[in-house]
Every structure is written in structure tokens, then in C-alpha cells.
């Protein structure tokens, strides 16, 4: 494994061991949903160089695209439960409650 290799695979991990451990906010989880977005999207902005075909060139851009898409439904989340509820403590948040 190359150290670039290794370099994308531990944030992507890192991205999501900070998922899987500290969801204590909203925000936190967004942001390490962004991170393992972002180091997807340079993985495979590397994969496409190397392979160095132009069908694969606009996959990265797609992934960057769904990416963006992401963030903004995450953040509209994020101030409609901060409005909502006055918080963004995941822990508050109750799916069951109308």
C-alpha cells in the first residue's frame, strides 16, 4: 500500500470511527460525513489519473456533486432541528415524536 493509499484510507476510517463514536451533535456528524465524502472524492480523483482514461473522468465530479448535495440537506436539517427544538443534540431528537 502506498502512503497516498494509506493517507486516504485512514481519514476516510478516521471519518468514520468520529461517525460511529461522537455522535453526540448534529454538527460533529455532519462533518465527519463530509470528511469521508471528501477523502472518497480525492481517492478517486487519484484512481482516475492513474487509470488515465477519459470515461472515468466524470465520476468524480458526480461524487462531488452528491457530496454538495449532502452538506446542504444536513445543514437545512440542522437549522430546521435547531429551530425546532433549540438544540442539536442528537440525543434530543426523537424520530417518534410529532
Do not use: K, Y
Request: hydrophobic content about 50%; proline content about 3%.
Amino acid at each position: 500500500m502506498t502512503p497516498t493509499h494509506f493517507t486516504f484510507s485512514a481519514g476516510f476510517t478516521l471519518g468514520l470511527t468520529g461517525l460511529a463514536l461522537h455522535r453526540h451533535h448534529l454538527l460533529s456528524a455532519l462533518l465527519c460525513l463530509e470528511g469521508m465524502m471528501l477523502s472518497l472524492f480525492v481517492a478517486l480523483s487519484l484512481w482516475t489519473l492513474q487509470v488515465d482514461s477519459t470515461s472515468f473522468s466524470p465520476l468524480p465530479m458526480i461524487l462531488l456533486t452528491f457530496s454538495a448535495c449532502e452538506a446542504s440537506a444536513g445543514l437545512g436539517l440542522l437549522v430546521a432541528t435547531a429551530r425546532t427544538h433549540a438544540t442539536d443534540r442528537l440525543q434530543n431528537l426523537n424520530l417518534l415524536q410529532c
